[in-house]
């Protein structure tokens, strides 16, 4: 069990470092203001005593399962209220239900209200799998004609176009070129 002054430091470790490798004593130290590094190995012993920090090469992490929101196994209605579950199931990051780690995903910010019917609204942050092709119904961020536009592909009877999902948008049909950047993989919103 950690004591107050030892969950202040884990918590600042996290903020200040994250899932990076985590920096030699002495620059914590400096970064905390402590006068000796002793006193961050004092803590590190601690932390990786309860697992919340983990040593791999002689490089310290901070336990990556610590990271992400808290997934509750139970289902919250949208319809009429109901009792709910405080069963907390696991966290989950978006790093790993999204890959954003991989070089290949991007974040890009909606602009425009093209795409309100989908759900996807101006502020959005879209996250994009790059990819050059893309199958009938897929939301794509593509470049048209001198353009980067986030709409969905539409592929049919040989004919190729974008679609927005608002009636007040018409359909895009390339008249020089189309190129697939990537593939929306998900959104995310800030309430």
């Known amino acids: 069990m950690l004591t107050e002054k030892q969950k202040i430091f884990f918590e600042k470790l996290k903020e200040l470092y994250g899932k ?14 402590f006068k000796h590094k002793n006193s961050v190995w004092q803590y590190f012993n601690k932390l990786k005593e309860e697992d919340l920090i983990q040593e791999k090469n002689n490089r310290f992490y901070i ?8 997934l509750f196994s ?44 989908l759900g996807i609204f101006e ?5 994009v799998k ?5 199958k009938d119904g897929d939301i794509v961020i593509a470049y ?28 895009l049909y390339p008249k ?3 190129i697939i950047f990537g593939v929306a993989q998900g959104i995310v919103r800030k309430l």
């Open 130 to 134: 790059k990819t050059n092709t893309a």
């Open 63 to 70: 336990n990556k399962e610590l990271f992400g929101a808290v």
């Open 20 to 33: 990076e490798v985590l920096p030699s004593f002495d620059i914590i130290a400096k970064d905390f203001g």
């Open 74 to 117: 139970s289902a919250v209605k949208a319809g009429f209220a109901s009792v709910a579950d405080d069963y907390a199931e696991k966290r989950v990051s978006l790093d790993d239900s999204f890959e954003i780690n991989n070089p290949s995903t991007f974040l890009f910010t909606v602009s425009g209200d093209s795409m309100i019917e």
């Open 123 to 127: 502020g959005d942050k879209v996250i």
């Open 144 to 171: 048209i004609d001198g353009g980067y536009t986030l709409k969905t592909y539409r592929n049919r009877k040989n004919q190729v176009w974008l679609e927005p999902a608002n009636p007040d948008y018409p359909n």
């Open 176 to 178: 020089e070129q189309l």
